[in-house]
């Protein structure tokens, strides 16, 4: 079974920094592909950044690419989300994601972590 759990959230000035972390207490971490999707008030769901199963593909969305680093550690059933050079319309709950299968195979995340609030604000 996977669970995600999110966290390290909170509030962050612009040009401030934020690391997510997303813990599986699963036992097949090392065979997901992990993805970061957020979502702001009143809008859709949108996709930030997926990484393979062991680390070595990576895709972001244009709006992120550069500031945000998507890593893992597989050891530690962790993802992680490194958020740098902060912008307003990055305010969002961003929710972790989970699924199996080849990093191109273009599949559904069935598995969703609960969500946690990044508010960028001075």
């Known amino acids: 079974q996977v669970q995600l759990v999110e966290s390290g959230g909170g509030l962050v000035q612009p040009g401030g920094s934020l690391r997510l972390s997303c813990a599986d207490s699963?036992?097949?971490?090392?065979?997901?592909?992990m993805g970061w999707f957020r979502q702001a008030a009143g809008k859709e769901r949108e996709f930030v950044a997926s990484?393979?199963?062991?680390?070595?593909?990576?895709n972001y969305a244009n709006s992120v690419k550069g500031r945000f680093t998507i890593s893992r550690d597989n050891a530690k059933n962790t993802v992680y989300l490194q958020m740098n050079s902060l912008k307003p319309e990055d305010t969002a709950v961003y929710y972790c994601?989970?699924?199996?299968?080849?990093?191109?195979?273009?599949?559904?995340?069935?598995?969703w972590g609960q969500g946690t609030q990044v508010t960028v604000s001075s």
């Open positions: 990484i393979s199963s062991l680390g070595g593909r990576i």
């Open positions: 994601a989970a699924r199996y299968g080849a990093f191109g195979d273009r599949r559904e995340y069935p598995y």
């Open positions: 699963g036992r097949t971490f090392s065979s997901l592909v």
